[in-house]
C-alpha cells in the first residue's frame, strides 16, 4: 500500500496509506489536503479516503488559515441541515471540492428555513457542490459575510427539490464588504411555474467588483435572477448567461441606480 509523508502545521509530519494512489501528486497545492465522506466510518483522522471526516465542518476544523489547505468531498456525501451554520466556511484560504457528477455530487440539504451555509473567512473556494431546498422557503442558501472576500464558486447548483413550493428565497447571499466575489459555471434552478423564489444572487449593499460568468439561472423569481438592493456596486461583470425568469413582469437582473459594470452576451 503506497505511503505518503504529509506535511502538518508546526513542522510535523504525519505518513498516511491510500489504497489506490498519492493525491499529494495530483492536488496543486503545498497546504494539507483533508477528505469527507458521510459513508464513512466515525472516527477518521480526515487525512485519506479511507479515513474521511463525516462532515465537512469537522474537516474545515482541521484546516490553518491560508496554509493552502483543501478539502475533497466524496462522491455520495450527503448532508441535512436543520440550523444556522450547517457548516462555516471560517477558515481563510481552504478551497473546498466536490468529486463525482449528476446527484452523485456531494448534496447539502436544507431541511428548516433559517438552515444555511456560512463562508465567514477570505479566499475560500468552493467547487462542485450541489445545494437543494428540503422544504418551502430557505431565507438563505450560501451567505457570504462580510469577512467572505474574493470568494469563489466554480460548478455549483442551486435546485428547488423537485417538490411544489420548496425554494430558496435567496440562493447566494453576498453580504456587503465582500468584494471581488467570482461565480462561475453555476446552475440556479428555482420552481418554474410558482413565486416562491426571490433572488438566485443577492448583493448585499456595497459589493464590489463581482464576477458572475456562464452561469445559468432558470425558474419564477419574484425580484430577479440577480439583484442588489440599497446601495449601489461598483464593477459588477454579469457575461455569458443564460437567464430565463418565468415571471414574466421581473427581469433577470436589477441593480440600485449608479451601479457600474457590464452586462455582456446575456
Given at each position: 500500500m503506497p505511503r505518503t509523508n504529509i506535511p502538518?502545521?508546526?513542522?510535523?509530519?504525519?505518513?498516511?496509506?491510500?489504497?489506490?494512489y498519492d493525491f499529494r501528486q495530483i492536488v496543486p497545492t503545498t497546504g494539507n489536503i483533508w477528505f469527507v465522506d458521510s459513508g464513512a466510518a466515525a472516527g477518521g483522522?480526515?487525512?485519506?479516503p479511507e479515513g474521511a471526516k463525516t462532515t465537512l465542518d469537522a474537516a474545515i476544523n482541521l484546516c490553518t488559515a491560508n496554509n493552502g489547505d483543501t478539502i475533497y468531498v466524496m462522491e455520495g456525501h450527503a448532508e441535512s441541515f436543520s440550523a444556522a451554520?450547517?457548516?462555516?466556511?471560517?477558515?481563510?484560504?481552504?478551497?473546498?471540492?466536490?468529486?463525482?457528477?449528476?446527484?452523485?455530487?456531494?448534496?447539502?440539504?436544507?431541511?428548516?428555513?433559517?438552515?444555511t451555509v456560512a463562508v465567514g473567512a477570505a479566499n475560500v473556494r468552493f467547487e462542485n457542490l450541489r445545494f437543494v431546498a428540503g422544504l418551502s422557503a430557505v431565507v438563505v442558501g450560501v451567505d457570504v459575510e462580510a469577512a467572505g472576500v474574493d470568494f469563489e464558486m466554480h460548478k455549483c447548483e442551486f435546485y428547488w427539490g423537485g417538490t411544489t413550493t420548496w425554494d430558496f428565497l435567496q440562493s447566494l447571499n453576498i453580504n456587503v464588504g465582500a468584494h471581488r466575489a467570482i461565480v462561475t459555471d453555476c446552475r440556479f434552478i428555482a420552481e418554474p411555474a410558482v413565486a416562491g423564489a426571490s433572488?438566485?444572487?443577492?448583493?448585499?449593499?456595497?459589493?464590489?467588483?463581482?464576477?458572475?460568468?456562464?452561469?445559468?439561472?432558470?425558474?419564477?423569481?419574484?425580484?430577479?435572477?440577480?439583484?442588489?438592493?440599497?446601495?449601489?456596486?461598483?464593477?459588477?461583470?454579469?457575461?455569458?448567461?443564460?437567464?430565463?425568469?418565468?415571471?414574466?413582469?421581473?427581469?433577470?437582473?436589477?441593480?440600485?441606480?449608479?451601479?457600474?459594470?457590464?452586462?455582456?452576451?446575456?
Open positions: 502538518l502545521a508546526g513542522g510535523n509530519t504525519l505518513v498516511a496509506e491510500h489504497n489506490l483522522n480526515g487525512l485519506s451554520d450547517g457548516f462555516d466556511a471560517d477558515v481563510a484560504g481552504v478551497a473546498i471540492i466536490g468529486l463525482g457528477r449528476g446527484a452523485m455530487r456531494p448534496t447539502f440539504t436544507f431541511a428548516d428555513t433559517d438552515a433572488t438566485a444572487i443577492q448583493l448585499v449593499g456595497a459589493v464590489h467588483n463581482v464576477r458572475v460568468e456562464r452561469c445559468e439561472f432558470f425558474g419564477d423569481y419574484s425580484l430577479a435572477c440577480m439583484s442588489n438592493i440599497t446601495t449601489l456596486c461598483q464593477g459588477l461583470m454579469f457575461l455569458d448567461n443564460l437567464v430565463h425568469n418565468t415571471d414574466a413582469g421581473e427581469p433577470y437582473l436589477e441593480v440600485v441606480t449608479g451601479t457600474t459594470g457590464i452586462n455582456s452576451n446575456t
